[in-house]
């Protein structure tokens, strides 16, 4: 069974940088899409509505980061460790959200909406205050 823990999350200022972790267990395939997803406006546990921000295939490391977000978001892992990391930076009020971690299995990846996913971590909250 895939278990998934963000990390990371908090209250910063507007401007500054936040790195999200997402520790994976479980995951026994080569390769999987993960991605992080955010859900802006409701309290933890309910996911719905979230969107896809940045995803990775493990395999071979290729990324993608939603456009809007490019230039200040990064998407890397670390395999030795099992974990996903999301650099977040010259933040801003808007990007206050639940940020989930989110794996599946099968083919294909980038941009795949929540329903595409398998597993998913519990989420970490970050909040910007301007």
């Known amino acids: 069974q895939a278990h998934l823990v963000e990390s990371g999350g908090g209250s910063v200022q507007a401007g500054m940088s936040v790195t999200l972790s997402c520790a994976a267990s479980g995951l026994t395939d080569s390769s999987y899409c993960m991605a992080w997803f955010r859900q802006e406006g409701r309290g933890p546990g309910s996911r719905e509505g979230s969107r896809g921000i940045a995803y990775i295939t493990t395999g071979d490391n290729r990324t993608a980061i939603d456009d809007p977000l490019k230039g200040r978001f990064t998407l890397s892992q670390d395999r030795a460790k099992n974990t996903l990391y999301l650099q977040m930076s010259s933040l801003k009020p808007e990007d206050t959200a639940m940020y989930y971690c989110?794996?599946?299995?099968?083919?294909?990846?980038?941009?795949?909406?929540?329903?595409?996913?398998?597993?998913w971590g519990q989420g970490t909250q970050v909040t910007v205050n301007s």
């Open positions: 989110a794996a599946r299995t099968g083919s294909g990846c980038y941009y795949f909406g929540d329903r595409a996913f398998n597993y």
